[in-house]
């Protein structure tokens, strides 16, 4: 493989691994997101705690593998990203830190005060990495202030807070929608009875109010001021940041779009996936509505990557100095021995996962959980 093909295959496999934990841990966030409105009583919780009990630690390895995969494939996205946006990423982080304290020790006290409060705990704890996911993403078709000095030292010229703009702010939302409408609809699946019925009216709401901010969102993004490349170094040779030229214009993010016209159907897709959903949902088909509520999460990520492409993070203090794919990849080599593991240990990942999730299947009742009262959640 040419060094241009890997760094192609580099951005698309990031995508997937993006993707995966967006669709894996994403319906673990959306179901806590939930799990004070479908359960209402200790039991229901406990039924709700559950459904993701088994699998919620092994899905956040799909965040801890994308992000050691931006490290050694994109490591100077990896040091921008993570020094720049320290504190968003350290919100991130203490979230998901409270979320294995919080399963290992709401019910090690039979108190209801004590179990209250660290449900809110939970569900805290998975609003807010949804919520800044999606302000990270709105971000992205903003701009970054950052800027590289000769030694391509980074400097970032932001603040947490200038990251909470309107439009990122509508990204955010967008994101707990559909994380909270995916949690749903496999809440739907696992459980009966009338915590069935309330994760249902969830995703029918959710999936709708998703399709009309991410329609909205998409309306904004065409009059954002978006980047164009116009003059880098050929692919298939190593380059740095600083050694392209970058032009700015209104509704820049959508040239792919004019350039490939099928990618417009991208959007589409999650459109019509969040509304079959939404159908699925209230005709009581939740395991298909499952897979079109993930289809929808990777249609919406690749919208955004569509747009991007090949940017993987711009600036807005320099845009000559934003990175893409192009120029901030690994070696050839290190991106070859990459490919190589990934080609050996991502089927054996998918593999075991899906025999967990298999083994795991059905419905967890109220009587599965008065009946085991020491063994679950």
Known sequence: MDYELLKLIWWLLIGVLLIGFAIADGFDFGVLSLLRWVGRTDNERRVVLNTVGPHWDGNQVWFITAGGAIFAAWPVVYAVAFSGLYWALLLVLFALFFRPVGFEYRSKIESARWRNNWDWVLTTASLVPS?????????????????????????????????????????????VTLLMSHGGIYLQLRTEGAMQARARTAVMWLSLLCAVLFVLAGIWVAFLPGLSITAIPPHHLASTPLDKTVAIGNGGWLANYRLFPLLQAVPVVAVVMLLATWLLARVNRPGVGFVTSSLAIAAVIFTAAGSLFPFVLPSSSNINHSLTLWDVTSSEKTLTIMFGVAVIFVPIVLSYTAWGYWKMRGRVTQQHIEENPYSTY
Do not use: I, K, R
């Open 131 to 175: 919520l800044v996911f999606g302000v990270a993403f709105g971000n992205l078709l903003l701009g970054v202030p950052f800027h590289f000095d000769e030694q391509l030292l980074p400097f970032y010229e932001g603040t947490f807070w200038q990251l909470l703009t309107p439009f990122a702010l509508l990204c955010g939302l967008v994101s």
